[in-house]
């Protein structure tokens, strides 16, 4: 069986590291990319065998890429922190990586995502392939972007679908939902403001309540129950604020200075 790294990126996971580095122990290398955590993260990866390797954060497109070029093996397995490796899909990784030659170069890996306590059957969020999380070093690229990254897959190089599914763990509780809408509604409006968008408080409005509407009712997140609504409102919230900010950037607010 060819060697296989695995990376996974962390900022402050001590409540998630454990189990998503427990879950890919199989490998032949762990390398975590750390963005200087202050917690007990890097504590805990090293414990458990896993090389940790910090990377100031600059963008997720920058740090997959670093991450990437810091694996020592050709094949690379990308897992987030609230992802966990199944066993069905380790088997079918070494099954892969055994063959005399592989059939592609790169592999989407399905997701099924679990939050209050309940699988999530729509909401957009099954199959939920995000980008190819198995791939040959060289096959595939990430650009500068500091968040919702896209990349790029080398001429040539062949892209399948693998049919086991990894577990997330997206929002561990509504907290996290909460945190999440915020920190990426940050990183969301600074790319808008690098691409030249513009935005009212009017559009900001519009584009959120398009976000849930999509979420609830064209996914069908109804259909989860309660968590369905939470996700679809969380979907609002990030996207509402991501234009507000947008707007906040460009009006150049300051509210610690006093008006006449």
Not at 14 to 42: G, P, Q, R
Not at 76 to 82: G, N, P, Q, R, T
Not at 190 to 212: N, P, S, V, Y
């Amino acid at each position: 069986m060819e060697p296989v790294s695995v990376y996974i990126l962390t900022l402050n996971e001590e409540d998630k590291i454990d189990e998503a580095l427990s879950s890919v122990l199989w490998a032949d290398e762990v390398v975590v990319v750390d963005s200087f955590s202050t917690d007990a993260t890097v504590e805990k990866a090293r414990a458990l065998g896993a090389r940790v390797e910090q990377v100031a954060f600059r963008g997720f497109g920058p740090l997959r890429n670093t991450a990437i070029s810091l694996c020592k093996h050709q094949w690379v397995f990308s897992l987030d922190a609230d992802e966990r490796c199944t066993p069905e899909v380790r088997d079918e990784i070494q099954a892969i990586l055994s063959a005399e030659s592989s059939s592609h170069d790169a592999y989407y890996i399905p997701r099924r995502n679990y939050f209050m306590g309940r699988r999530l059957r729509n909401s957009a969020f099954y199959p939920d392939f995000r980008q190819p999380q198995l791939f040959r070093k060289g096959a595939l690229s990430f650009s500068d972007e500091q968040v919702h990254e896209t990349f790029s897959i080398a001429r040539g190089a062949s892209v399948g679908y693998m049919e086991n599914a990894l577990w997330q763990v997206p929002f561990k509780n509504f907290a996290e939902l909460m945190h999440k809408a915020d920190k990426y509604s940050t990183l969301g409006a600074l790319k808008l403001l690098e691409q030249g968008r513009t935005a009212t408080m009017t559009t900001a409005f519009f584009h959120g309540a398009w976000a849930f509407f999509r979420m609830y009712f064209l996914k069908k997140g109804f259909v989860d129950g309660w968590a369905g609504f939470a996700i679809a409102l969380g979907n609002f919230n990030g996207t509402f604020f991501r234009y507000a900010k947008l707007c906040e950037l460009q009006a150049g607010w300051d509210s610690s200075k006093k008006k006449v």
